[in-house]
């Protein structure tokens, strides 16, 4: 192998963006779970919306090729808002999913079929398939290992710039499984923040942790649900 295709390797870097979801209805309306239809699958808030779409400003400078969401409705409103401003399709993965948790979820929760989301989000790519799929009920460690084996497989497949929308848990659980549960106490994970972790051959590094300095607005607490 001559010296020029070994400095390509060497050098070969890629970005993946993470992002959690922007506000949620029920953290600003906590009735909302009272008599909602889906009371696990709840929309942004009006805060949210605007959290999202400056987000989307945030990365609108960004070399960003793919994007993918977890399939609730908060999520995907929320890559939505970048998708429209990139102009790239969404494509629905379960595998950044919400941490599945059977101390807050009575049963599997209830989503918006995917046939009424691409009805409302066009964006929405119908050929796309799941790499990595959610299964209720989940420990903490099975959350955050399947959102990192999300992770790895998406970095391994679309080589490019990419964005994952996820969850709280899911925006750890895939950053850890890029850059190593070393760094599971520095993570932060706030309402409709932003991570970057860029690989450098060929070790993962967390080059923006938990940034919201695009957003008006900032949880003081953050919380996972």
């Known amino acids: 192998m001559s010296s020029i295709t070994n400095a390509r390797i060497t050098n070969y870097s890629q970005t993946i963006w993470i992002a959690r979801h922007a506000n949620r209805l029920d953290f600003v309306n906590p009735d909302w779970f009272n008599t909602a239809e889906r009371r696990y699958d709840p929309p942004l808030s009006d805060d949210g919306l605007v959290q999202a779409s400056q987000l989307a400003q945030r990365l609108k400078q960004e070399k960003i090729t793919a994007i993918f969401a977890s399939p609730f409705l908060r999520t995907v409103q929320t890559a939505n808002q970048v998708a429209e401003v990139l102009d790239l399709p969404i494509n629905l993965e379960s595998g950044l999913s919400e941490w599945l948790n059977p101390e807050w979820m009575s049963e599997n929760p209830e ?11 066009p964006r929405i790519d119908p050929s796309y398939t799941s790499r990595v799929q959610a299964e209720y009920p989940e420990t903490e460690a099975t959350a955050l290992g399947r959102s990192g084996e999300t992770a790895r497989k998406l970095a391994a497949e679309f080589k490019e710039e990419i964005l994952l929308v996820g969850h709280g848990a899911s925006v750890l659980g895939a950053t850890l499984g890029l850059v190593g549960e070393m760094a599971r106490t520095e993570v932060k994970a706030s309402l409709c923040c932003l991570i970057k972790v860029v ?9 923006l942790n938990g940034d919201t300095s695009h957003l008006s607005e900032v949880e003081e607490i953050i919380r996972f649900n």
């Open 111 to 121: 989503r918006m079929a995917i046939a009424e989301l691409i009805s409302l989000f």
């Open 199 to 207: 690989r450098q051959n060929p070790n993962w590094v967390l080059e």
